[in-house]
């Protein structure tokens, strides 16, 4: 579905309906598996028409829970976290950086992406009154369960973890890991697959 709302909000401007074929391939999926899973979502296009852009748009930003401001916070302010907090693409009216925190006194108390980083201690209090915040781990491996506790402890409902571990958390709160590494491996055996897909062909 996220990749389905890009490809919506990406390249169909202008364009009032999309059919199930257009949105495949830009999509990279099959029309079958495009009509299925918008199937599940209540949404059926029309035969001969498509889909209506704007109104499969906010159903699918209904079904994401992207119908409502989001607030993040971001543990970890060295190169990566830093990336992160000046990346612009939060401020497109889904998500909002409310807090970024670090342990390092070198790194605490200053500006990072136009707010002040704050002491990891002050996490809790800050968020006291947030609703469904989200975090994001950016520190090293040894580091990111203890920042993931910390994140607990101060209501977050969902963590989004760059460290290459394994995080132990209550199951009432979501955890996505986004490892380069593995990544990297899939598409390796992607383009290897493909390759051999290839190959294979011109041996016949």
């Known amino acids: ?10 390249f169909t401007k202008g364009a009032s309906t999309i059919s199930s074929s257009e949105l495949a391939r830009l999509a990279d999926e099959t029309a079958a598996t495009v009509r299925k899973d918008l199937s599940y979502l209540g949404s059926h296009g029309t035969r001969g028409i498509g889909y209506d852009v704007e109104r499969l748009s906010d159903t699918i930003r209904q079904r994401l829970g992207l119908d409502r401001l989001r607030d993040l916070v971001i543990v970890g302010l060295g190169h990566l976290g830093t ?4 990346y612009g693409g939060f401020d497109e009216g889904m998500f909002r950086v409310v807090g970024m925190y670090d ?6 108390g200053s500006r990072v992406g136009g707010m002040v980083v704050r002491h990891v ?13 989200f975090g994001i781990i950016a520190v090293p491996p040894d580091a990111a369960q ?21 995080l ?6 979501f955890v996505r ?17 493909r390759r051999s897909h290839s190959e294979r062909r ?3």
């Open 83 to 86: 990336a992160l907090a000046n």
């Open 202 to 204: 011109a041996a016949r």
């Open 177 to 193: 890991h986004i490892d380069l590494a593995t990544e990297l491996h899939a598409l390796s055996y992607y383009v290897t697959e």
């Open 121 to 133: 201690d002050d996490m809790r209090s800050d968020l006291a009154s947030a609703d469904c915040v």
């Open 146 to 166: 203890e920042a993931a506790d910390l994140l607990v402890e101060a209501g977050a409902a969902g963590i989004l973890s760059f460290a290459p571990t394994l």
């Open 168 to 173: 132990r958390v209550p199951r009432q709160v």
């Open 103 to 108: 342990i390092d006194p070198e790194i605490v």
């Open 1 to 10: 579905m996220p990749r389905y709302l890009f490809c919506l909000e990406q």
